[in-house]
């Protein structure tokens, strides 16, 4: 029985074999010429290849970043891939961010299984997959290290997922569903010359797609504020123990483990009196400084 078409998707991200630190700033530079697939994006990549080949839904990848990450696009094209969709979006968004731009760039292909690699090695959160999967409504299959199809010809998967103390867990997913694997679960093929030289040509087209940008969710602000804001010295400075005590009543001076402490009291109020009653906690504490 010949199995139902099903359309595959291939996450990719764009990263930086090479890294400089600028040493005023701190900031990091990425050389984009030396930039490639990571270890766990070939995997992906392969996997993507082999599941389009058996279900014969088509192929398409695609990823998120400005006009240099469509190298690893060409990567996908010259491989076998038969579309290439780049999500236009700004570098270095939060894990969040780039999810939502890829799951729209994944529904206007119509793609019913996405692959991705576990985690990149610039950053390593592996946090992508997730929330792509929550995005799409899709069932997930995460750190996989095995993919086989079902042989009966539906579209359905069975995945082993690695688990603590050498153990394996065997997973069975229905499309729509989203997997990432691990970077040792299967070797790239070598693409052919002819599919390289037509990929480096411009030949073969990519698909370019800006996405809705929302409003910011509160954990993004507060990793955009984490790199805006300036440094925040401590509210107040604490006076060093006496030098003239020994080592001991210097450690009880710091901790103030012998100084009288008011108990804990929950305070039950409206706003405004409860607001009050923390305040003036914080200037007996001399947290607050006026």
């Known amino acids: 029985m010949e199995p139902a078409p099903v359309m595959v998707a291939v996450a990719l991200k764009n990263i930086s074999q090479d890294t400089r630190i600028d040493a005023l700033t701190g900031e990091v ?14 995997a992906a990549l392969e996997w993507a290849l ?27 094209l010259a491989a076998g891939a038969s579309r290439a969709l780049r999500v236009d979006l700004a570098p270095e968004r939060p894990s969040e961010a780039v999810a939502r731009a890829l799951a729209a760039g994944i529904e206007r292909l119509g ?62 997913l229905h499309p729509p569903c989203v997997l990432s694997v691990e970077g040792s679960s299967a070797v790239l093929r070598r693409s052919s010359l002819p599919a390289v030289l037509a990929t480096s040509s411009g030949a073969l087209p990519i698909e ?39 080592p001991l009543q210097r450690v ?24 009050d009653s923390l305040l003036d906690a914080l200037r007996s504490w001399g947290e607050l400084q006026e």
Do not use: N
């Open 111 to 172: 793609a019913q299984v996405v692959i991705c690699g576990d985690m990149s090695p610039d950053r390593g959160s592996g946090s992508v997959p997730a929330y792509l999967a929550a995005h799409l409504s899709a069932a997930q299959g995460l750190g996989l290290l095995d993919i086989k199809p079902d042989s009966s010809g539906r579209a359905k998967l069975q995945a082993w997922r690695r688990l603590d103390g050498g153990r394996r867990e065997l997973l069975t």
């Open 252 to 275: 009880i001076a710091l901790t103030g483990a012998t100084s009288d402490h008011a108990p804990a009291k929950t305070v039950v109020a409206d706003p405004q009196v409860g607001a």
């Open 29 to 42: 530079e990425r050389d984009e010429p030396s930039s490639a697939l990571s270890r766990a994006d070939q």
């Open 50 to 76: 082999r599941l389009a080949g058996i279900w014969s839904g088509g192929l398409a990848a695609l990823t998120a970043g400005r006009r240099p990450s469509e190298r690893v696009l060409r990567t996908a």
């Open 208 to 246: 370019v797609m800006t996405p809705a940008e929302p409003t910011p969710g509160p954990a993004e602000l507060m990793a955009v504020g984490a790199k805006t804001m300036p440094f925040r010295p401590r509210t107040h400075l604490i006076a060093p123990p006496d030098p003239s005590l020994d």
